[in-house]
């Protein structure tokens, strides 16, 4: 398994937001040094929380200071933009970067941003996909490019910074149904599942559960005569994680900043999506149902080892976990949670080489004997 981070990034009003930007920087390099494999920045135009509405100015300046770690959209918008200057803004990034960077895409399910851009409910989807269609013809084309479609309408265009990688690695976010999850199994794409949905919902039709993304997925590879198990190793699952001594010690951390960050989130209306029983009421979404019930990754690090497993397990398999970055509590404590989960959580998912070269040895050594 492979470990990033995903960060909205969450910043309440009250905040230096200047300085919340130089912490997000910061955040990046302390997960390259600590070892995360990727780091996800998101795109917002409205709610006054999560303030970057232009993730791939974050990006560029992360690639600045950083070397190893991939760096990924999480995501961009589609339905709000001209697919071509998506296309052009991110093969550029991918140049800046190096090849690290992990395009990824989403529907925009803020509800206060789909009513800024004054967006029809029922264009989100097909937008998305048009989209999607503009956007990877242009990526890969080495001719010039025509489209005739519902929303947009090109004729001879062709990108003049064509993107660092050979094929640029698509991810595809879900909030509201299955669809994105089956289009990255048929696609090869990479899912990407909130750190709210769910892992078992089965009484709420309207927030698909983990579980639920995990047969799209694979119902969608092996449409397309995939492997799926290629495909769930693609899979990004993102949940709220903090590590301390104990779960008692972490929650009561946290509790102020959690609190905060789901007044917010429930003012928006996404509550209907955490629930795993539609006559549920948004009170009962307490931090204490949710830590148990979506559920997150919260305690000792062999509590969140033990978490992690579980999810593993009822889902089937996936290949990467995000750690959804918050502002709860200071840097300091933050930083501590992050290396604690580096150093004693990431460890147990991953091959123990020097353990492997002691049995080896051992194992040589009782052959001479």
């Not at 899912?191 to 995990?214: C, I, K, R």
């Amino acid at each position: 398994m492979k470990f990033g981070i995903f960060t909205m990034p969450e910043h309440p009003p009250r905040e230096n937001w200047t300085l919340s930007y130089d912490r997000d920087i910061d955040d990046v390099v302390l997960a390259e040094k600590l070892g995360f494999d990727e780091y996800w920045i998101g795109e917002h135009h409205t709610g006054g929380y999560e303030n970057v509405p232009v993730p791939e100015y974050m990006l560029a300046k992360a690639s600045a200071v950083t070397h190893r770690i991939k760096l990924a959209t999480g995501v961009v918008n589609l339905p709000f933009q001209d697919p071509f200057q998506v296309a052009e803004r991110l093969a550029f990034l991918d140049h800046l970067t190096h090849g690290r960077l992990i395009y990824g895409f989403g529907g925009g399910g803020l509800p206060s941003d789909k009513a800024l851009f004054e967006m029809p409910v029922e264009e989100g989807t097909p937008r998305t996909n048009e989209a999607l269609e503009i956007i990877e013809k242009l990526l890969v084309s080495e001719s010039p490019v025509d489209h005739d479609g519902i929303f947009w309408q090109y004729k001879n265009r062709q990108l003049q910074v064509g993107p660092h990688q050979m094929v640029p690695p698509f991810a595809v976010a879900g909030l509201t149904g299955t669809h994105n999850f089956r289009k990255c199994g048929e696609r090869g794409w990479i899912p990407v599942s909130v750190y709210f949905a769910p892992l078992d919902s089965a009484d709420n039709p309207h927030g698909p559960d983990l579980v639920d993304h995990a047969n799209a997925i694979v119902a969608g590879a092996k449409d397309s005569g995939l492997d799926p198990d290629l495909a769930r190793e693609q899979w990004r699952i993102s949940r709220e994680v903090y590590v301390s001594a104990n779960k008692n010690q972490a929650m009561n951390e946290i509790r102020e900043g959690v609190n905060r960050s789901y007044d917010y989130l429930l003012g928006l209306g996404l509550g209907a999506l955490m629930k795993r029983d539609i006559e549920m009421a948004d009170a009962d979404l307490t931090f204490d149902w949710m830590v148990e019930n979506i559920p997150w990754v919260i305690g000792s690090p062999e509590d969140c080892t033990r978490q992690i497993n579980e999810i593993n397990e009822a889902v089937g398999g996936f290949g990467h976990f995000l750690i959804n970055s918050r502002d709860w509590v200071g840097t300091d404590y933050w930083n501590r949670s992050l290396e604690s989960f580096a150093r004693y959580v990431m460890p147990q998912f991953q091959p123990n080489q020097r353990l492997a070269r002691r049995e080896a040895l051992a194992a040589k050594a009782l052959g001479k004997s």
